[in-house]
Protein backbone atom coordinates (compact mmCIF):
# COMPACT_ATOMS: atom_id res chain seq x y z
CA UNK A 1 0.00 0.00 0.00
CA UNK A 2 2.99 2.49 0.86
CA UNK A 3 4.28 1.38 -2.73
CA UNK A 4 0.83 3.00 -3.99
CA UNK A 5 1.02 5.82 -2.38
CA UNK A 6 4.26 6.42 -3.27
CA UNK A 7 3.71 5.72 -6.64
CA UNK A 8 0.93 7.90 -7.17
CA UNK A 9 2.74 10.92 -5.15
CA UNK A 10 5.56 10.49 -7.48
CA UNK A 11 2.93 10.46 -10.42
CA UNK A 12 1.09 13.35 -9.03
CA UNK A 13 5.00 15.05 -8.72
CA UNK A 14 5.33 14.35 -12.58
CA UNK A 15 2.00 15.42 -13.67
CA UNK A 16 2.31 18.84 -12.22
CA UNK A 17 5.55 19.01 -13.75
CA UNK A 18 4.87 18.25 -17.35
CA UNK A 19 1.98 21.20 -16.80
CA UNK A 20 4.40 23.54 -16.24
CA UNK A 21 6.69 22.37 -19.06
CA UNK A 22 3.89 22.50 -21.28
CA UNK A 23 2.88 25.96 -19.97
CA UNK A 24 6.77 27.17 -20.80
CA UNK A 25 6.21 25.45 -24.15
CA UNK A 26 3.34 28.04 -25.40
CA UNK A 27 3.64 31.15 -26.81
CA UNK A 28 6.58 33.63 -26.01
CA UNK A 29 5.76 36.67 -23.77
CA UNK A 30 6.67 39.81 -26.23
CA UNK A 31 9.03 41.57 -24.78
CA UNK A 32 8.26 45.32 -22.77
CA UNK A 33 10.23 48.13 -24.09
CA UNK A 34 11.29 50.05 -21.39
CA UNK A 35 12.22 53.40 -21.63
CA UNK A 36 13.17 56.05 -18.42
CA UNK A 37 12.44 59.25 -17.71
CA UNK A 38 14.39 61.36 -15.32
CA UNK A 39 12.17 64.57 -14.37
CA UNK A 40 11.82 67.26 -12.20
CA UNK A 41 8.96 66.41 -10.00
CA UNK A 42 9.45 68.17 -6.76
CA UNK A 43 11.98 71.31 -6.32
CA UNK A 44 11.96 74.48 -8.03
CA UNK A 45 10.38 73.40 -11.30
CA UNK A 46 7.81 70.63 -10.89
CA UNK A 47 5.64 71.82 -13.32
CA UNK A 48 8.15 71.07 -15.63
CA UNK A 49 8.58 67.38 -15.02
CA UNK A 50 4.44 67.43 -14.52
CA UNK A 51 4.44 68.52 -18.24
CA UNK A 52 6.53 66.33 -18.94
CA UNK A 53 4.86 63.42 -17.76
CA UNK A 54 1.47 64.89 -19.39
CA UNK A 55 2.48 64.36 -22.30
CA UNK A 56 4.57 60.71 -21.73
CA UNK A 57 1.54 59.25 -20.59
CA UNK A 58 -0.24 60.51 -23.71
CA UNK A 59 2.13 59.07 -25.91
CA UNK A 60 2.19 55.92 -24.41
CA UNK A 61 -1.50 55.74 -24.13
CA UNK A 62 -1.49 56.04 -28.00
CA UNK A 63 1.10 53.44 -28.62
CA UNK A 64 -0.03 50.62 -26.21
CA UNK A 65 -3.65 51.02 -27.26
CA UNK A 66 -2.87 50.41 -30.70
CA UNK A 67 -1.31 47.57 -29.72
CA UNK A 68 2.41 48.13 -28.94
CA UNK A 69 5.42 49.68 -30.71
CA UNK A 70 5.90 47.56 -34.21
CA UNK A 71 9.81 46.93 -34.69
CA UNK A 72 10.54 44.42 -37.18
CA UNK A 73 6.78 43.41 -38.05
CA UNK A 74 6.71 42.53 -34.17
CA UNK A 75 3.93 45.00 -32.11
CA UNK A 76 6.05 45.30 -28.42
CA UNK A 77 4.68 47.54 -25.35
CA UNK A 78 5.87 50.44 -24.09
CA UNK A 79 6.88 50.49 -20.52
CA UNK A 80 7.95 54.30 -19.17
CA UNK A 81 9.34 54.32 -15.90
CA UNK A 82 9.39 58.09 -14.28
CA UNK A 83 11.74 59.07 -11.15
CA UNK A 84 11.44 62.47 -9.56
CA UNK A 85 15.56 64.42 -9.76
CA UNK A 86 13.98 67.04 -7.49
CA UNK A 87 15.36 69.65 -9.91
CA UNK A 88 19.12 69.12 -8.44
CA UNK A 89 22.08 68.18 -10.39
CA UNK A 90 23.57 65.64 -8.05
CA UNK A 91 19.72 63.72 -7.99
CA UNK A 92 19.37 64.17 -11.49
CA UNK A 93 22.79 61.92 -11.95
CA UNK A 94 21.39 59.11 -8.95
CA UNK A 95 18.16 58.98 -10.66
CA UNK A 96 19.89 57.98 -13.88
CA UNK A 97 21.92 55.12 -12.19
CA UNK A 98 19.09 53.46 -10.71
CA UNK A 99 17.13 53.78 -14.06
CA UNK A 100 20.30 52.32 -16.00
CA UNK A 101 21.12 49.75 -12.73
CA UNK A 102 18.03 48.96 -11.22
CA UNK A 103 15.50 49.40 -13.39
CA UNK A 104 17.54 48.19 -16.63
CA UNK A 105 16.27 50.80 -18.98
CA UNK A 106 17.28 50.65 -22.77
CA UNK A 107 17.14 54.68 -23.20
CA UNK A 108 16.44 57.63 -20.79
CA UNK A 109 14.36 61.04 -21.62
CA UNK A 110 15.54 64.05 -19.78
CA UNK A 111 16.74 65.81 -17.46
CA UNK A 112 14.38 68.86 -18.74
CA UNK A 113 16.95 71.72 -17.52
CA UNK A 114 20.32 71.69 -18.37
CA UNK A 115 21.52 72.31 -14.63
CA UNK A 116 20.55 68.39 -14.06
CA UNK A 117 21.02 67.56 -18.02
CA UNK A 118 24.60 68.39 -18.22
CA UNK A 119 25.51 66.34 -15.11
CA UNK A 120 23.28 62.90 -16.22
CA UNK A 121 24.47 63.63 -19.48
CA UNK A 122 27.97 62.18 -18.51
CA UNK A 123 26.53 59.26 -16.79
CA UNK A 124 24.36 58.44 -19.28
CA UNK A 125 27.41 58.60 -21.64
CA UNK A 126 29.62 57.03 -19.58
CA UNK A 127 27.48 53.97 -18.85
CA UNK A 128 26.72 53.78 -22.58
CA UNK A 129 23.10 54.52 -22.40
CA UNK A 130 21.37 56.80 -25.03
CA UNK A 131 19.77 59.64 -23.84
CA UNK A 132 17.77 62.57 -24.88
CA UNK A 133 17.26 66.01 -23.07
CA UNK A 134 13.67 67.58 -24.24
CA UNK A 135 14.49 71.39 -22.89
CA UNK A 136 18.26 71.23 -22.66
CA UNK A 137 19.87 74.13 -24.32
CA UNK A 138 23.58 74.35 -22.86
CA UNK A 139 25.78 72.89 -25.55
CA UNK A 140 27.78 71.13 -22.41
CA UNK A 141 24.78 68.35 -22.15
CA UNK A 142 25.59 66.64 -25.94
CA UNK A 143 29.14 67.80 -26.35
CA UNK A 144 31.87 64.92 -27.27
CA UNK A 145 28.50 62.79 -25.78
CA UNK A 146 27.66 60.08 -28.38
CA UNK A 147 25.16 58.79 -26.57
CA UNK A 148 23.49 61.84 -25.74
CA UNK A 149 21.04 63.89 -27.97
CA UNK A 150 18.54 66.78 -27.49
CA UNK A 151 15.29 67.79 -28.80
CA UNK A 152 16.06 71.76 -28.52
CA UNK A 153 17.52 73.99 -30.70
CA UNK A 154 21.21 75.30 -28.52
CA UNK A 155 22.33 78.69 -26.59
CA UNK A 156 25.18 79.96 -29.14
CA UNK A 157 22.21 80.24 -31.18
CA UNK A 158 19.55 81.66 -28.84
CA UNK A 159 21.89 84.41 -27.44
CA UNK A 160 22.33 86.63 -30.97
CA UNK A 161 18.17 85.67 -32.06
CA UNK A 162 17.67 87.66 -28.56
CA UNK A 163 20.60 90.10 -28.94
CA UNK A 164 19.06 90.81 -32.34
CA UNK A 165 15.50 90.80 -31.89
CA UNK A 166 15.78 92.99 -28.67
CA UNK A 167 18.02 95.63 -30.67
CA UNK A 168 15.14 96.22 -33.19
CA UNK A 169 12.03 95.68 -31.15
CA UNK A 170 13.17 98.08 -28.42
CA UNK A 171 15.58 100.31 -30.59
CA UNK A 172 18.16 99.31 -27.84
CA UNK A 173 21.66 100.83 -27.72
CA UNK A 174 22.24 99.12 -24.12
CA UNK A 175 21.24 96.30 -22.19
CA UNK A 176 21.66 94.36 -19.08
CA UNK A 177 21.72 91.03 -17.61
CA UNK A 178 20.14 89.33 -15.01
CA UNK A 179 20.95 85.46 -14.04
CA UNK A 180 21.90 82.63 -11.84
CA UNK A 181 24.87 82.05 -11.29
CA UNK A 182 24.55 78.79 -10.27
CA UNK A 183 22.32 77.16 -13.16
CA UNK A 184 24.56 76.22 -15.94
CA UNK A 185 21.69 76.72 -17.92
CA UNK A 186 21.12 80.43 -16.99
CA UNK A 187 25.35 81.43 -16.69
CA UNK A 188 25.71 79.98 -20.00
CA UNK A 189 23.20 81.73 -22.29
CA UNK A 190 23.86 85.20 -20.07
CA UNK A 191 27.35 85.10 -21.16
CA UNK A 192 26.39 83.86 -24.84
CA UNK A 193 23.97 86.45 -25.20
CA UNK A 194 26.20 89.55 -23.58
CA UNK A 195 29.46 88.38 -26.00
CA UNK A 196 26.99 88.53 -29.25
CA UNK A 197 25.67 91.82 -27.90
CA UNK A 198 28.87 93.17 -28.23
CA UNK A 199 30.27 91.49 -31.07
CA UNK A 200 27.75 92.23 -32.99
CA UNK A 201 28.53 96.02 -31.80
CA UNK A 202 25.13 96.55 -30.41
CA UNK A 203 26.28 98.86 -28.14
CA UNK A 204 27.53 98.28 -24.27
CA UNK A 205 26.27 95.90 -21.68
CA UNK A 206 26.22 98.14 -18.79
CA UNK A 207 25.11 95.68 -16.47
CA UNK A 208 25.54 92.21 -15.85
CA UNK A 209 24.86 90.99 -12.57
CA UNK A 210 24.17 87.47 -11.00
CA UNK A 211 22.55 86.18 -7.89
CA UNK A 212 21.81 82.43 -6.17
CA UNK A 213 19.45 79.67 -6.94
CA UNK A 214 17.68 80.11 -4.01
CA UNK A 215 17.81 83.52 -3.84
CA UNK A 216 14.48 85.89 -3.66
CA UNK A 217 15.70 88.77 -3.12
CA UNK A 218 17.25 91.00 -5.77
CA UNK A 219 17.04 94.50 -4.81
CA UNK A 220 20.85 94.62 -4.62
CA UNK A 221 21.48 93.67 -8.22
CA UNK A 222 18.45 95.38 -9.62
CA UNK A 223 19.41 98.66 -7.93
CA UNK A 224 22.57 98.67 -9.78
CA UNK A 225 20.46 97.67 -12.62
CA UNK A 226 18.03 100.12 -12.18
CA UNK A 227 21.30 103.15 -12.13
CA UNK A 228 23.00 101.71 -15.18
CA UNK A 229 19.79 103.00 -16.72
CA UNK A 230 19.50 99.89 -19.75
CA UNK A 231 17.35 99.99 -22.86
CA UNK A 232 16.29 96.55 -21.59
CA UNK A 233 16.75 93.89 -19.17
CA UNK A 234 17.62 90.11 -20.11
CA UNK A 235 16.91 87.98 -17.84
CA UNK A 236 17.54 84.30 -19.03
CA UNK A 237 16.48 82.48 -16.01
CA UNK A 238 13.57 80.13 -14.81
CA UNK A 239 10.69 81.17 -14.55
CA UNK A 240 9.65 81.10 -10.51
CA UNK A 241 12.64 83.52 -10.19
CA UNK A 242 11.48 86.00 -13.52
CA UNK A 243 8.35 86.62 -11.47
CA UNK A 244 9.91 88.13 -8.51
CA UNK A 245 12.80 89.85 -10.37
CA UNK A 246 10.26 91.69 -12.07
CA UNK A 247 8.03 92.83 -9.69
CA UNK A 248 10.84 93.60 -7.84
CA UNK A 249 12.32 95.49 -10.52
CA UNK A 250 8.71 97.54 -10.94
CA UNK A 251 9.31 98.23 -7.13
CA UNK A 252 12.52 100.10 -7.46
CA UNK A 253 11.32 102.13 -10.08
CA UNK A 254 12.83 100.31 -13.94
CA UNK A 255 9.83 101.41 -16.38
CA UNK A 256 11.61 99.70 -19.48
CA UNK A 257 10.95 96.65 -21.16
CA UNK A 258 12.29 92.81 -20.34
CA UNK A 259 13.61 89.96 -22.67
CA UNK A 260 13.51 86.69 -21.92
CA UNK A 261 14.63 83.07 -22.83
CA UNK A 262 13.25 79.22 -23.08
CA UNK A 263 12.79 79.01 -19.09
CA UNK A 264 10.35 81.62 -19.30
CA UNK A 265 7.64 79.11 -20.73
CA UNK A 266 5.55 77.82 -18.52
CA UNK A 267 1.94 79.16 -17.92
CA UNK A 268 2.84 79.55 -14.64
CA UNK A 269 4.81 82.05 -15.36
CA UNK A 270 2.07 84.53 -15.51
CA UNK A 271 0.12 83.02 -12.78
CA UNK A 272 3.35 83.58 -10.07
CA UNK A 273 3.98 87.48 -12.03
CA UNK A 274 0.63 88.79 -12.84
CA UNK A 275 0.14 91.89 -15.30
CA UNK A 276 3.91 93.04 -14.55
CA UNK A 277 4.74 90.10 -17.23
CA UNK A 278 2.00 91.41 -19.81
CA UNK A 279 3.94 93.01 -23.18
CA UNK A 280 6.88 91.15 -22.76
CA UNK A 281 9.16 89.12 -24.86
CA UNK A 282 10.86 85.77 -24.92
CA UNK A 283 12.75 83.35 -27.57
CA UNK A 284 11.09 79.58 -26.96
CA UNK A 285 10.76 76.81 -28.93
CA UNK A 286 7.15 76.91 -30.36
CA UNK A 287 4.28 79.04 -29.89
CA UNK A 288 1.03 77.71 -28.50
CA UNK A 289 -1.41 80.46 -29.62
CA UNK A 290 -2.16 80.09 -33.11
CA UNK A 291 -0.97 76.56 -33.64
CA UNK A 292 -1.93 74.53 -36.71
CA UNK A 293 -1.68 70.96 -37.75
CA UNK A 294 -0.33 68.23 -36.07
CA UNK A 295 0.59 70.63 -33.02
CA UNK A 296 -2.81 71.88 -32.54
CA UNK A 297 -3.97 68.63 -32.36
CA UNK A 298 -1.49 67.41 -29.77
CA UNK A 299 -2.71 70.98 -27.93
CA UNK A 300 -6.28 69.94 -27.83
CA UNK A 301 -5.86 67.00 -26.81
CA UNK A 302 -3.40 68.20 -23.97
CA UNK A 303 -5.92 70.62 -22.81
CA UNK A 304 -9.22 68.33 -22.72
CA UNK A 305 -6.69 65.92 -20.71
CA UNK A 306 -5.22 68.11 -18.17
CA UNK A 307 -7.11 71.42 -18.34
CA UNK A 308 -4.31 73.63 -19.40
CA UNK A 309 -1.99 74.47 -22.62
CA UNK A 310 1.35 72.32 -22.92
CA UNK A 311 4.34 74.42 -22.25
CA UNK A 312 7.09 73.96 -24.62
CA UNK A 313 8.93 71.09 -22.41
CA UNK A 314 5.54 69.34 -22.59
CA UNK A 315 6.01 69.74 -26.65
CA UNK A 316 9.14 68.98 -26.49
CA UNK A 317 8.97 65.83 -24.62
CA UNK A 318 6.69 64.36 -26.90
CA UNK A 319 9.21 65.58 -29.91
CA UNK A 320 11.94 63.56 -27.72
CA UNK A 321 9.54 60.63 -27.25
CA UNK A 322 9.23 60.51 -31.25
CA UNK A 323 12.77 60.53 -31.84
CA UNK A 324 13.10 57.68 -29.60
CA UNK A 325 10.68 55.41 -31.11
CA UNK A 326 11.98 56.09 -34.67
CA UNK A 327 15.32 55.33 -33.84
CA UNK A 328 13.92 51.72 -32.07
CA UNK A 329 12.17 51.41 -35.20
CA UNK A 330 15.73 52.12 -36.73
CA UNK A 331 16.99 49.32 -34.98
CA UNK A 332 15.22 47.19 -36.45
CA UNK A 333 14.29 44.17 -33.77
CA UNK A 334 13.91 43.94 -30.59
CA UNK A 335 16.83 42.61 -28.38
CA UNK A 336 16.64 41.05 -24.84
CA UNK A 337 19.64 41.99 -23.75
CA UNK A 338 19.35 45.69 -22.81
CA UNK A 339 23.13 46.29 -23.30
CA UNK A 340 23.03 45.55 -26.74
CA UNK A 341 19.43 46.99 -26.92
CA UNK A 342 21.10 50.42 -25.81
CA UNK A 343 23.95 49.88 -28.52
CA UNK A 344 21.28 49.41 -31.33
CA UNK A 345 18.94 52.01 -30.25
CA UNK A 346 21.97 54.80 -29.89
CA UNK A 347 22.71 53.74 -33.43
CA UNK A 348 19.03 54.52 -34.30
CA UNK A 349 19.17 58.06 -33.06
CA UNK A 350 22.55 58.94 -34.74
CA UNK A 351 21.17 57.72 -38.11
CA UNK A 352 18.22 60.33 -37.98
CA UNK A 353 19.39 62.76 -40.20
CA UNK A 354 16.21 64.82 -39.85
CA UNK A 355 12.77 65.01 -37.87
CA UNK A 356 9.47 66.25 -38.01
CA UNK A 357 7.87 67.00 -34.69
CA UNK A 358 5.46 69.42 -32.97
CA UNK A 359 8.07 72.36 -32.17
CA UNK A 360 9.10 71.88 -35.67
CA UNK A 361 11.35 70.63 -38.51
CA UNK A 362 15.02 69.47 -37.53
CA UNK A 363 18.03 68.61 -38.86
CA UNK A 364 20.75 67.23 -37.06
CA UNK A 365 24.82 68.06 -36.74
CA UNK A 366 27.42 65.67 -35.99
CA UNK A 367 27.27 66.25 -32.38
CA UNK A 368 23.47 64.99 -32.50
CA UNK A 369 21.96 68.65 -31.67
CA UNK A 370 19.04 69.62 -33.76
CA UNK A 371 19.57 72.38 -35.88
CA UNK A 372 15.76 74.01 -36.00
CA UNK A 373 14.14 77.47 -35.87
CA UNK A 374 13.32 79.63 -32.81
CA UNK A 375 10.27 81.39 -31.91
CA UNK A 376 10.29 84.94 -29.95
CA UNK A 377 6.41 85.22 -28.28
CA UNK A 378 4.88 88.25 -26.48
CA UNK A 379 2.92 87.51 -23.35
CA UNK A 380 -0.34 89.37 -24.53
CA UNK A 381 -2.58 91.14 -21.54
CA UNK A 382 -5.14 87.90 -21.62
CA UNK A 383 -1.70 85.82 -20.46
CA UNK A 384 -1.15 84.24 -23.42
CA UNK A 385 1.76 83.92 -25.51
CA UNK A 386 1.59 85.01 -28.80
CA UNK A 387 3.39 84.32 -31.49
CA UNK A 388 5.59 87.00 -32.85
CA UNK A 389 8.21 86.03 -35.41
CA UNK A 390 10.73 83.10 -35.90
CA UNK A 391 14.20 83.08 -36.47
CA UNK A 392 16.07 79.94 -38.39
CA UNK A 393 19.45 79.67 -38.79
Known sequence: MKAFFKGAGLLGLM???????????GEDKVQTIKIGFNLPLTGDIPE???????????????????GGLEVGGIKYPLQFVYMDNESKAESATNVALKLIDQEKVVAIIGPNSSKQAVPAGGTCNDNRVPMISPWSTNPSTTLDRP???????LDPFQGP??????????????????????????????EIFKSSWEAKGLG????????????????????????????FLFVP??????ALIVNQARDLGYMGPFMGSDAWGTPD?????GAQCYGNYFSTHYAAAGAQGATKVFIDRYQELYGSTPADYAALTWDSIGMMVEAIKNAGQVYADPVQ?????????????????ITGSSKFDAQGDPIKCAVVVKISDDGEFVFEESVCP
Not at 48 to 66: F, R
Request: with cysteine; glycine share 6%.
Open 15 to 25: LVCSAFLLAGC
Open 48 to 66: VGEGSKNAAEMYLKDINDA
Open 147 to 153: WVFRAAF
Open 161 to 190: VVADFAAKKFNAKTAAVLFDVSNDYSKGLA
Open 204 to 231: PVVAFESHGTKDQDFSAQLTKIVAANPD
Open 237 to 242: NNYNQV
Open 269 to 273: LVKLC
Open 341 to 357: MRTAIRDGLAAIKSFDG
